[in-house]
């Protein structure tokens, strides 16, 4: 059961992303090349969609706007979530 949420985990910024990219020009309009969100979809998918909600909806990475990218960095890095409580957990055996 852990695995198939993991692979959910992994699966569902990437499907939003493909979804954002074929339906609108949401991501096009925070980014001026394709190249980053191309990046962004292998390596840290939540962190490029909260750069474009950033960018989209608070103007940039600045207040607000700030704060939804750290959470998405944080998301990415397993700091929230229980990411690294898990890691730490199962060190010990």
């Given amino acids: 059961m852990g695995c198939l949420m993991v692979l959910f985990a992994l699966v569902t910024p990437r499907f939003i992303m493909v979804l954002l990219w074929v339906f609108t020009d949401y991501l096009s309009r925070a980014f001026g090349s394709f190249f ?55 060190s010990d055996h």
Avoid: C, S
């Avoid at 390596?43 to 909260?50: E, G, K, N, W, Y």
């Fill in 36 to 90: 980053w969100p191309l990046i962004g979809f292998f390596f840290l998918p939540t962190t490029m969609m909260a750069y474009a909600v950033a960018q989209n909806e608070f103007h940039g990475a600045k207040g607000w706007g700030l704060v939804v990218l750290i959470l998405g960095v944080m998301v990415d890095f397993g700091l929230l979530g229980g990411g690294g409580r898990a890691i730490g957990r199962h």
